[in-house]
């Protein structure tokens, strides 16, 4: 059996997704890479854990060959707001570390996962219903290495034959990791901070509409696109996926329906607020769904019921 690694496997979504395919593959076949983070017990002690940079090639090839790898879920990269504070890093990292993995993936015949993002869109994008193929200008760090990632990632299939594969993900709701520094960050703070102290903060203005996913659909998509039928996919990168958009004043009602205290005010910021109006509204996920069957499980009532029956334990704790 050809095994599994994770690049960025200790932050928010990697260090779910692993979990989920030790529990598919078997633990033995799945590699966490990590880098300065440390992973938690369970991560690290649940199968083999690698120190992985990305930028650095030799150290993505090597443990590649150690363990034979067949497919590579590349996760590691600077987020939104970080990568604004950060442009220069954020280029090394998203753009030469993804070009790292796609070239030891050429070289070693491994297929790849890449995430892109809803920061690959901009200004002039159509905001309501984004098509799959429409106009990509971001203003952003981090929306220029998502659009030059999906374009790499589409090269390396055409040109090398890479099964390089991707879906653009919203802003993602998780109870494990705490997010890494993006602009939908606020969706998951609301819910620790309802339970910890009955109000938030909202750095998001009233009305922002923005695309979001509980982390177990997200989990879905990545497992579902890397398992389906290549011949059926036509575009193979930079999937739409989406499964519920609100704004902040539409997911703080969902929240006082579980916690009848809870309040929230703004204080806005702007780096991320104009971030999060150059993002659509929401997307037309309809590629995904005919391509290779995506079709999320929870709304904003089922995730919001969730985060707080899950996280009311963990915090309790
Ligand atoms: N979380 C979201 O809401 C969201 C939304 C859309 C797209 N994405 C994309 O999904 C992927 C994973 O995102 P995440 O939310 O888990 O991010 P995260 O910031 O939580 O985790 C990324 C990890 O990469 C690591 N990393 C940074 N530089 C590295 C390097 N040089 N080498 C190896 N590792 C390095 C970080 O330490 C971190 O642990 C990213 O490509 C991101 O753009 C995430």
Known sequence: MERVLVTGAVGQIGSELTLALRDKYGADNVVAGGRKTKPSPQLRDSGPFEV???????????VVKKYKIGTIHHLAALLSAVAE???QLAWNVNINGLY??????REHNCAVFVPSSIGAFGLSTPQDGTPQDTI???N????????????????YFKR????ARGVRYPGIISNVTLPGGGTTDYAVEIFYEAIRQGKYTCFLKQGTKLDMMYMPDAIKAA??????????LKHRNAFNVTAMSFAPEEIAAEVKRL????????????????????WPNYMDDSAAREEWGWRPDYDLPAMAKDMIEVLSKKLAA
Do not use: H, W
């Open 100 to 105: 790292n993995v796609l070239e030891v993936a």
């Open 85 to 87: 504070a950060n442009p």
């Open 140 to 155: 952003t760090m981090y929306g220029v290495t998502k659009v030059a990632g999906e374009l790499l990632c589409d090269y």
């Open 160 to 163: 090398f034959g890479v099964d």
């Open 259 to 278: 916690v009848p205290e809870f309040t929230m005010d703004y204080q806005v910021d702007p780096v991320r607020q104009a971030i999060a109006e150059s």
């Open 52 to 62: 992985v940079d990305c930028t650095d090639v030799d150290a993505v090839a090597s």
């Open 136 to 138: 990509q200008r971001p």
């Open 223 to 232: 497992i579902d696109l890397m398992d389906a039928d290549g011949k059926k």
